[in-house]
């Protein structure tokens, strides 16, 4: 497949929820511009999944469209995160889960506020379970899931911006407030600290560990809680994700790295991938499909 010349590589974390998937691309199908790319991080999804995003991109999906799958062995998202970024061919990497359903601007609002020396973190709004069962690609497509998020939810993430900004301008590190449904970095950054950590595994913590990284490697981190909202799909906590104990001392290690000790390079390596390196773009396959085994 031909180089796409996009501004940004849209890195979806899905698993078994292709209802909800096809809701997030119907948001992304209708985003305000097209120099961008969409890449879907499958942690093991059936063949359900794959055949959404077929029919998806047979539909005439509006920009590229990339399946990476690896199999299911537990709960590995941030391994299914590091193949799919082996894959961006964009400078700018957006972050985002298979149940979170972005507003019309969402690939702007990142890339207005993108910058090699920063990493971007932005908030959501969390439907519940009532709400979300209203929801279907007809209500994406007119845009109706953007006057879902409630004033008091507002009121919050504004709340969560000031500190995010006084965090920020205090130099605090471990900070900001990052959910890995909607952060965002440059390509080069991500080599440059090898990824996220594919060593959490059944554990939900990789996105502040990205975050934690990337502040030791000297990235500053810059917030759009209040103004980037996509909205959260409501769904029953996920079991698997919190089979490792051990997640959060891993995480709140004293002596942490800046680069991931299983991340880009070794994932990689382990499927006879091209080492990760911001001055290449890497090639699609025809099939618009890259299927991993093993590992």
Request: hydrophobic share 45%.
């Given at each position: 497949?031909?180089?796409?010349g ?31 790319e ?9 063949e ?9 991109r ?33 400078p ?26 920063r ?62 449904l ?22 939900a ?8 990284r ?14 980037c ?6 769904h ?35 499927h ?17 499909m ?6």
């Open positions: 497949m031909a180089v796409s996009s501004r940004a590589s849209v890195v979806i974390s899905t698993y078994e929820s292709p209802a909800y998937l096809e809701m997030v691309l119907a948001g992304y199908a209708r985003q305000d511009r097209r120099d961008f969409v890449l879907i991080a499958d942690d093991g999804s059936g359900e999944t794959r055949a959404l995003i077929d029919r998806v047979a539909q005439g999906f509006p920009v590229p469209l990339l399946h990476v799958w690896q199999p299911d062995h537990g709960f590995r998202k941030a391994r299914a995160q590091c193949l799919a970024v082996l894959h961006a061919r964009a700018w990497v957006i972050f985002t889960d298979g149940d979170t359903v972005p507003m019309r601007d969402m690939v702007s609002q990142h890339l207005r506020a993108a910058a090699p020396d990493f971007v973190v932005g908030g959501h709004a969390r439907l519940t379970q009532e709400v979300s069962a209203t929801l279907d690609v007809p209500r994406i497509d007119r845009g109706e899931h953007e006057g879902l998020v409630r004033f008091d939810q507002r009121v919050w993430m504004w709340r969560v911006q000031a500190k995010n900004v006084c965090y920020i301008l205090t130099g605090r590190m471990r900070s900001p407030k990052v959910y890995g909607n952060m965002s970095v440059g390509r080069a950054a991500l080599v440059a600290v090898n990824g996220p950590d594919a060593a959490f595994v059944d554990s913590r990789e996105d502040s560990d990205l975050r934690n990337l502040r030791v490697a000297g990235f500053r981190g810059r917030s759009i809680w209040h103004r909202i996509p909205v959260h799909l409501w029953p906590q996920t079991a698997r994700r919190r089979g490792w104990a051990e997640g959060n001392r891993y995480l709140n290690r004293p002596e942490l790295p800046v680069r991931a000790p299983v991340g880009l390079a070794e994932v990689a390596a382990a006879g991938l091209p080492a990760p390196d911001p001055a290449r773009v890497p090639e699609w396959p025809a099939a618009a890259v299927r991993v085994e093993g590992g």
